[in-house]
Each structure stands twice: as structure tokens, then as C-alpha cells.
């Protein structure tokens, strides 16, 4: 998947929580997310927070739907909000391969 497919895929689906989504869909539209947070937090504190707020919906649905692809709940995703250890495990859970042999209802 190409960086403006990716892009399109993830505002297309904007608050679907079901399906899932390739390891390149994820993280074309993340390193998206990350330089459109740079360009707003460069603007001001009003452009980033209204960028954070029209972005939270897709890329928590796109990391659910990673998840799910990988073979997991998408309830995994709240490993995020353990202290310290939470946000690398949900990097490395996020950065599996795909499984097929495994349907996440």
C-alpha cells in the first residue's frame, strides 16, 4: 500500500472499528500523523490540539485494526495507557506480521 493509499484508507474508515489493516497501512499513516503533528505544533498550540482532536478517532481505529490483524483484540490497545512499559509493547505488538490462521471477532 502506497502513503497517499494509506491516507485515503484511514480517513475513508474514519471511526470503523472492524477489518483490519496491513502492517504498510498502519505506518504510512502514522509517520502521515506524526509530520502533520510537527507542522501543527510548528503553526501553534490551537492548530496542534485541533489537529489531535480530528485525528484521534482514525489512527485509534487504524491501530485497532492492526491489532486485530495481527491476530489480536483490538481491547489491546489500552496496553498504551500502562506507565513506562505500555507504549513499547503496544510498538511491538503493532509491528507484527499479519496472521491469517487467526479471526479477532
Do not use: H
Amino acid at each position: 500500500m502506497t502513503f497517499q493509499d494509506s491516507i485515503r484508507t484511514c480517513f475513508s474508515k474514519y471511526a470503523d472499528f472492524s477489518g483490519r489493516a496491513s502492517r504498510s497501512e498502519y505506518w504510512w499513516f502514522f509517520l502521515f500523523l506524526v509530520i502533520v503533528y510537527c507542522v501543527a505544533a510548528v503553526i501553534g498550540n490551537v492548530a496542534y490540539y485541533l489537529v489531535a482532536l480530528g485525528t484521534f478517532l482514525p489512527s485509534l481505529a487504524a491501530a485497532v485494526r492492526r491489532l486485530r490483524d495481527s491476530g489480536r483484540s483490538g481491547w489491546w490497545v489500552l496496553i498504551g495507557l500502562v506507565p513506562f512499559v505500555g507504549g513499547i509493547v503496544l510498538i511491538v505488538l503493532l509491528a507484527q506480521e499479519s496472521r491469517d490462521d487467526v479471526l479477532v471477532a
